[in-house]
């Protein structure tokens, strides 16, 4: 039978094999990367020469599209893969020196659960737990204590080829988190799951890191999941990071918000666009709408509104569009990221963060 998660088997070190471990302070990075490059055989460099550092209870989102290097990079920091050259440290300790160390202080959910069909969520979590090396009083306490925070209570006992994607992605994130680890890696935890099951898993993520002071080293392509959740941001593209901040700061870099007015009566167009240059050089749209950037940024909406209404000017619809991680995507890399649609129709529906989303910090 299949162990209940491949890679997650490699990091049940127990304590006795590794000795203690020496404690990340809150002065010193939880990860650390410098020059970090992997080149396969034949191929293109898949990371070249990548630089980045994590704070201790910061969530860093890790944003490119397929082929970028995210998952790459997971691997090389989660010791599943050696570096060409460069070096790392995970939770102060060396990826290619001090493997076993690396493994005892972190949690991995990959891309792919390698979750056993027959057994239970509840089976897989006790397992994993005897892998981990927890004592025995105390492993069911915990598989109880983890399914009810993931929401997977009333189907603990089922087998898990009956399990939805959600619940499988749930599942991986509690066998991740069996040993309490202080990081936790999530490559692309979310691909492919339903807005409320994102939803869920967004929450339980921002709770680890809000509640907990969890490292979380968060790979994604959807845009919308960076802003969400992540502190600070880093764009890989063809193996380099283009771009790393804040979601506000890059977004900032990006620009001040536009504003596209579509008028009433389309013969009123030069009359809006003559009425607009107050605020800068209108750009028209196809529809007879037209655009344009608002320099004192959003709070200057109120102020558009009221000139219009003073010029006896009408509109049909009126659109504030703030500038989008997409935006900055686009601008750092010539291109749109391959979610970057699909996070944009569903923003629509979606007023509100998450459940559990935390202030951005300064870092």
Do not use: C
């Not at 409320?196 to 845009?223: C, I, K, N, P």
């Amino acid at each position: 039978m299949q162990s209940p998660n491949a890679a997650q088997s490699m990091f049940g070190d127990r304590a006795r094999r590794v000795g203690n471990l020496r404690p990340v302070t809150d002065n010193s990075p939880a990860i650390v990367v410098e020059q970090l490059v992997r080149e396969f055989r034949k191929g293109p460099r898949a990371v070249d020469g990548i630089d980045l550092a994590v704070s201790p209870g910061e969530i860093y989102g890790f944003l490119g599209p397929n082929g970028a290097g995210k998952s790459t990079t997971v691997l090389m920091l989660t010791t599943l893969l050696p570096p060409t050259s460069g070096r790392a440290t995970v939770g102060g300790f060396d990826i290619a020196r001090e493997g076993s160390q690396v493994r005892a202080s972190i949690g991995a959910a990959l891309q792919e659960a390698a979750l056993d069909a027959i057994l239970t969520g509840r089976e897989h979590l006790l397992l994993q737990a005897t892998l981990q090396g927890i004592p025995k009083a105390t492993r069911k306490q915990r598989a109880q204590e983890l399914l009810e925070r993931v929401g997977l209570t009333e189907a603990a006992d089922r087998r898990v080829g009956g399990y939805s994607g959600g619940m499988k992605r749930r599942l991986d994130l509690a066998l991740a988190l069996v040993h309490s680890p202080r990081i936790l890696f999530l490559d692309e935890p979310t691909t492919g799951l339903d807005l409320q099951s994102r939803t869920a898993l967004w929450s339980e993520v921002a709770r680890l890191a809000h509640d907990e002071g969890m490292t979380v080293f968060l790979t994604t392509q959807y845009l919308e999941e960076a802003d969400a959740l992540a502190d600070r941001v880093g764009i890989i593209d063809h193996g380099k990071i283009v771009a790393e901040d804040t979601p506000a700061n890059l977004k900032a870099e990006i620009g001040s918000p536009t504003v596209e007015v579509l008028p009433a009566d389309l013969a009123e167009g030069d009359a809006v666009a003559e009425a607009l240059t107050r605020f800068g050089s209108p750009i028209r749209g196809g529809r007879g709408s037209l655009t344009v950037q608002l320099p004192g940024g959003e709070a200057q909406l109120a102020e558009l509104v009221r000139m219009l209404d003073q010029a006896g000017l009408h509109v049909a619809s009126l659109h504030l569009h703030q500038p989008s991680l997409d935006d900055v995507f686009l601008a750092k890399t010539g291109r749109k990221l391959e979610g970057a649609a699909e996070d944009s129709d569903e923003a629509q529906s979606v007023d509100a963060p998450p459940p559990g989303r935390r202030s951005r910090r300064g870092r």
